[in-house]
């Protein structure tokens, strides 16, 4: 039977600070994670995801686990590269090969393979597929790290209309309007009085179980997920996940998802992880004073964007106390402990500790202890495996 298995190739692998904790199939881009993209178009279930060897025990949700080491991947699977974005409406019925941009970007596997062919992530999956062509499709490639922020604006304008009509039902609500683009919420959201609904710049998308609470002003595009809470102030131009809480002027960011930025400060621009918690009064800059091009830390050194705005990108589990300052193009490694009153640099490494350099590490069985107590507010196990996953991370961590 023909099922998924995602592909981390070697520049998925350096996306840090996210390739650490997660595969690339497990990052949102748009409304959605790239996984379920693909297992909407192709109606297929995802079977696993190859990447590097310390993600072996990674486990979250419904997400596939990583394909054991001396496995073999069996004749009529899909394989995906997982960077490839694709639109959240496209029907794909039986292929061979799929290009997207002159590259390919999913094959189905005429002869079982072994899992070694693709240890180092330097494989083509074109190569694997000897049919001539391939069918184009449209869709996005994540080159960098950075672009899942570049793009949120196209994607959602995309995203969120077809989102809609795949709901199952969409609710009645009491609130200022405005804007000729559409506002989509769905039944079980709460709308609370005095909020205002923007869609002058974009549609707007609330899942169930969302909660808007009063005198929010919600901007297009915008999608909110299931269970998540905006809180109040301006929160434009976003693709919130589920189970967050957000207050205070948030903009032009990504939330991957059961993460909190619950009081007031200034993000933009910016992408956060799962797990992550802003304290009171963090703020991103995300425009240089010289109005440049922004700089960013990735593990093949400091290399330039070309984006005029970038903000921060947090790892999962990171966490900032009171008042922290993050400067434009901040990468902040995966469980990460930020507090104190010194600005932190543009790049912290994980499970970094501290109020400023040089970091201690943050001690691992601490570090599993918070996790387990924060995950736990949210009535989600840290089990056992997801123990292995994140004790791997720790060791593997990367230095600056």
């Given at each position: 039977?023909?099922?998924?298995?995602f592909?981390?190739?070697?520049?998925?692998?350096?996306?840090?600070?996210f390739?650490?904790t997660?595969?690339?199939?497990e990052?949102?881009?748009?409304?959605?994670?790239i996984?379920?993209?693909?297992?909407?178009?192709?109606s297929?279930?995802?079977?696993?995801?190859?990447s590097?060897?310390h993600?072996?025990?990674?486990e979250e949700?419904n997400?596939?686990?990583?394909v054991?080491?001396k496995a073999?991947?069996?004749?009529?699977?899909?394989?995906v590269?997982?960077?490839?974005?694709i639109?959240?409406g496209?029907e794909l019925?039986?292929f061979?090969l799929l290009?997207c941009?002159?590259?390919?970007?999913a094959v189905r596997?005429?002869?079982?393979?072994p899992?070694s062919?693709f240890a180092?992530?330097?494989?083509?999956?074109?190569?694997i597929?000897?049919?001539l062509?391939?069918?184009?499709?449209?869709?996005r490639?994540m080159?960098?790290?950075w672009?899942?922020?570049?793009?949120?604006?196209?994607?959602l304008m995309?995203?969120?209309?077809?989102?809609?009509?795949a709901?199952?039902a969409?609710a009645k609500?009491s609130?200022?309007t405005l804007?000729?683009h559409g506002?989509?919420v769905?039944?079980?959201?709460?709308i609370g009085?005095?909020?205002v609904l923007?869609?002058s710049?974009?549609p707007?998308?609330i899942?169930r179980?969302a909660?808007?609470?009063?005198?929010?002003?919600?901007v297009?595009?915008i999608?909110?997920?299931?269970?998540?809470?905006?809180l109040?102030?301006?929160v434009?131009?976003?693709?919130?996940g589920?189970?967050c809480k957000?207050?205070?002027e948030?903009s032009?960011?990504?939330?991957?998802?059961?993460?909190?930025?619950?009081?007031?400060?200034?993000v933009?621009?910016?992408y956060?992880?799962r797990w992550?918690n802003?304290g009171?009064l963090t703020?991103?800059s995300?425009?240089?004073?010289?109005?440049g091009?922004?700089?960013?830390?990735t593990?093949s050194?400091?290399r330039?964007?070309g984006?005029?705005?970038l903000?921060?990108i947090?790892?999962?589990?990171a966490k900032t106390?009171?008042?922290t300052?993050?400067?434009?193009?901040t990468?902040?490694?995966?469980?990460?402990?930020l507090?104190?009153?010194?600005?932190?640099?543009?790049?912290v490494?994980?499970?970094?500790?501290?109020d400023g350099?040089?970091?201690?590490?943050y001690d691992?069985?601490r570090?599993?202890?918070?996790?387990e107590?924060?995950?736990?507010?949210?009535?989600?196990?840290l089990?056992?495996?997801?123990?292995?996953?994140?004790s791997?991370?720790?060791?593997k961590?990367w230095?600056?």
């Open positions: 039977m023909s099922a998924l298995y592909y981390d190739d070697v520049r998925a692998r350096q996306f840090e600070p390739a650490l997660r595969p690339a199939c990052l949102r881009a748009g409304t959605s994670l996984r379920r993209r693909w297992e909407r178009a192709t297929l279930d995802s079977a696993g995801f190859i590097s060897p993600l072996a025990h990674f949700g997400a596939p686990p990583a054991p080491a073999e991947i069996p004749a009529g699977s899909v394989i590269n997982s960077r490839c974005v639109p959240f496209l019925d039986r061979d290009m941009e002159g590259a390919a970007c596997l005429a002869r079982s393979i899992l062919q180092d992530g330097s494989v083509d999956i074109g190569s597929q000897t049919s062509g391939g069918r184009k499709i449209q869709g490639w080159n960098e790290v672009d899942y922020v570049a793009t949120l604006t196209d994607q995309e995203d969120i209309p077809l989102r809609a009509k709901m199952s969409t609500f609130a200022t804007g000729e506002v989509f769905e039944e079980g959201a709460e009085p005095q909020v923007d869609a710049g974009g707007i998308l899942r179980g909660a808007i609470a009063p005198f929010t002003h919600l297009g595009p999608a909110v997920g299931r269970g998540s809470q905006i109040g102030d301006r434009g131009t976003s693709s919130i589920d189970h957000v207050r205070g948030f032009n960011s990504i939330v991957l998802g059961h993460s909190n930025k619950g009081h007031a400060g200034f933009g621009h910016s956060l992880g992550v802003l009171a703020a991103t995300n425009l240089k004073n010289t109005y091009p922004v700089q960013l830390w593990p050194g400091v330039g964007t984006q005029q705005f903000g921060t947090f790892g999962d589990h106390g009171i008042g300052m993050l400067s434009t193009g990468v902040v490694g995966a469980g990460a402990n507090f104190g009153s010194n600005m932190p640099p543009k790049v490494p994980p499970f970094a500790w501290g350099e040089p970091y201690d590490t691992v069985t570090f599993l202890t918070v996790a107590r924060v995950m736990s507010r949210r009535h989600v196990e089990g056992d495996n997801t123990r292995k996953q994140l791997e991370a720790h060791k961590r230095s600056v």
